[in-house]
């Protein structure tokens, strides 16, 4: 049974710093960040691939980084700059599956319980 266990949240300021965490149990290729906001649908936030490649939503680029410690299989979300409309819900998602690791719910099998982030003005 894979397990994803997201940590690091909490609350910020306005222009604060978060780290998320998120321990796998094993090793999966595509590993995300999702996002949810009250009262609108679950988003994208970064991926990262098993090559070692790793996408940004537009939304967060310049602000958030997105790596991997493979030793650990833990993913990692540094959040900089933060602003109110970061808030949410922030949950880690992956799958096995090899190839283009897309953005998209869809596309992950396995997901976090997620760790709230909320950012005050």
């Known amino acids: 049974q894979v397990q994803l266990v997201e940590s690091g949240g909490g609350s910020v300021q306005a222009g604060g710093s978060l780290r998320l965490s998120c321990a796998a149990s094993?090793?999966?290729?595509?590993m995300a960040w999702f996002r949810q906001a009250p009262g609108k649908e679950r988003e994208g936030v970064a991926v990262f691939a098993g090559d070692g490649s790793a996408k940004e939503a537009d939304a967060v680029k310049g602000r958030f980084t997105i790596s991997k410690d493979a030793a650990k299989d833990t993913l990692y979300l540094q959040m900089n700059s933060l602003k109110p409309e970061d808030t949410g819900l922030y949950y880690c998602?992956?799958?096995?599956?090899?190839?283009?690791?897309?953005?998209?719910?869809?596309?992950?099998?396995?997901w976090g319980q997620g760790t709230q982030v909320t950012v005050s003005s």
């Open positions: 094993e090793y999966l290729y595509c």
């Open positions: 998602a992956a799958t096995r599956s090899v190839g283009v690791c897309y953005p998209a719910e869809h596309h992950y099998n396995y």
